[in-house]
């Protein structure tokens, strides 16, 4: 079993930047696959990108991509997002499996805390 601590967040004006943190503990060596989920309010939970340490199954949604990044140190995952919107709003979610990356949040068993951007236009 993993746990997923996140940190980073906050407000921040359009076109501005932020860090999402991940620390894990645990059997971390055992969870190849990252995922950072989002979720706007009254809106479903959504992937934004997956990186995964054991293969090429990564994923990044198309709204996101050339301005959001994943990366992992380690026992820390990190999204970076650059040139933030209004849109880019919600709670993110880290989320880690064993397995290969998916889309799919019920596939995940193991979830951070979630921590909240709010992106002013």
């Known amino acids: 079993q993993v746990q997923l601590v996140q940190s980073g967040g906050g407000l921040v004006q359009s076109g501005g930047s932020l860090r999402l943190s991940c620390a894990l503990s645990g059997f971390t060596l055992d969870y190849s696959a990252i995922a950072w989920f989002r979720q706007a309010p009254g809106k479903e939970r959504e992937g934004v990108l997956c990186?995964?340490?054991?293969?090429?199954t990564g994923w990044t949604h198309d709204s996101v991509k050339g301005r959001f990044t994943g990366s992992r140190d380690r026992n820390t995952a990190y999204l970076q997002m650059n040139s933030l919107k209004p849109e880019d709003t919600g709670v993110y979610y880290c989320?880690?499996?064993?397995?290969?990356?998916?889309?799919?949040?019920?596939?995940?068993?193991?979830w951070g805390q979630g921590t909240q951007v709010t992106v002013s236009s």
């Open positions: 990186v995964s340490n054991s293969d090429r």
């Open positions: 989320a880690a499996r064993r397995e290969i990356c998916v889309v799919v949040p019920g596939a995940y068993a193991d």
